[in-house]
C-alpha cells in the first residue's frame, strides 16, 4: 500500500464536477513535478491513484517523485504497479534499475537492465546502467564496453563519457580517460568533478600545470570540495619542486 491516501482530498477533487477532472489534477501534478515542487506533486498523484488504481501516468510519477524525494520503499511500490499497467514500458525498467542502483541492490539492476534490452537494444540508458553495474563488480572491461555502447546511441550526455573516463582510470588508460573527460566537459562545463577527474588524469601523465587549472576550475564551481584542495596541495608542491631544480 502507498503509505499516503488522503481520502478527503480526493472526494473534492473528483466530486468538483467536470471543471475538476482526473486529466486535469494529473496535469496540475506534473506542473509541480516539472517545476520541483516535489512534496505538491506527490499529494496529487496519490489523490489520484486513490480514486483511479489504473492511473498508468499517476503511478509512473509517483514512482519519480518518491525516488526524488528518498522514499525509494514507495517509489519502487508505485513503478512496480505501473508496470502491471504497461508491462513494456521501457521508462519503467529504467527508472526502476536506477533505484535498485541507489539501494545497492545491482542484481536486480542488472535483471532489469538486461530484459529490457531484449526489446529496446539501441536504448543508451539501459547500458548505462548496465556499466554501472559492471564498475561496481570491478569488471572495468565490460564497465567499459557498456559505457561505449550507451555513448554510442546517445552521443550528448556528458555523465557517460565521465563515467566511460574513470572506467578508463581504472584500467590504467590515462590518455583515454583524459579524452573523455575533456568530451563532458565540452559538453556540460558546469559539473565541478568533471574537472576533479580531469585533473586527476592530468596528474598521472604528469602534467601539473594543467592539472592545477583543472582543480582550480573545480574548485571554482564548488570551493568546498576537499578533496580537489588537497589535490591542488599536491600538485602545487610538485610544481614547486620542479622549479627549485631548474
Known amino acids: 500500500m502507498i503509505k499516503r491516501i488522503l481520502i478527503m ?21 506534473i506542473e509541480y513535478y516539472k517545476k520541483r515542487e516535489y512534496k505538491k506533486a506527490n499529494e496529487i498523484f496519490l489523490d489520484i491513484i486513490r480514486a483511479d488504481i489504473n492511473n498508468f501516468t499517476a503511478f509512473y510519477y509517483l514512482g519519480k517523485v518518491s525516488k526524488i524525494l528518498g522514499d ?10 505501473a508496470m502491471e499497467i504497461q508491462p513494456n514500458n521501457v521508462n519503467l525498467y529504467i527508472e526502476l534499475a536506477d533505484i535498485y542502483l541507489i539501494t545497492g541492490n545491482y542484481r536486480q539492476a542488472e535483471k532489469l537492465a ?4 531484449q526489446n529496446e537494444k539501441e536504448n543508451g540508458q539501459l547500458f548505462y546502467i548496465l556499466g554501472q553495474v559492471y564498475f561496481n563488480d ?23 563519457y565521465n563515467l566511460t573516463g574513470l572506467t578508463y582510470m581504472k584500467l590504467k ?8 573527460f575533456l568530451t563532458a566537459i565540452a559538453l556540460d562545463s558546469s559539473i565541478y568533478f568533471f574537472y576533479y577527474n580531469l585533473g586527476l588524469t592530468y596528474e598521472s601523465l604528469a602534467e601539473w600545470g594543467k592539472a592545477k587549472d583543472s582543480f582550480e576550475k573545480c574548485l571554482k564551481l564548488n570551493n568546498e570540495f576537499s578533496p580537489a584542495k588537497k589535490e591542488l596541495t599536491q600538485v602545487n608542491a610538485a610544481l614547486a619542486r620542479i622549479k627549485r631544480k631548474k
Open 138 to 160: 570491478k569488471k572495468f572491461r565490460k564497465a567499459r564496453i557498456a559505457f561505449e555502447k550507451a555513448i554510442s546511441f546517445d552521443p550528448e550526455n556528458a555523465y557517460y
Open 72 to 81: 525509494n520503499e514507495n517509489a519502487i511500490m508505485a513503478l512496480k504497479r
Open 173 to 180: 588508460q590515462s590518455n583515454n580517460a583524459n579524452t573523455a
Open 114 to 117: 538486461l530484459y529490457a534490452l
Open 9 to 29: 482530498t480526493v472526494l473534492v477533487l473528483f466530486c468538483a464536477g467536470p471543471a475538476f477532472s482526473e486529466d486535469d489534477f494529473l496535469k496540475k501534478g
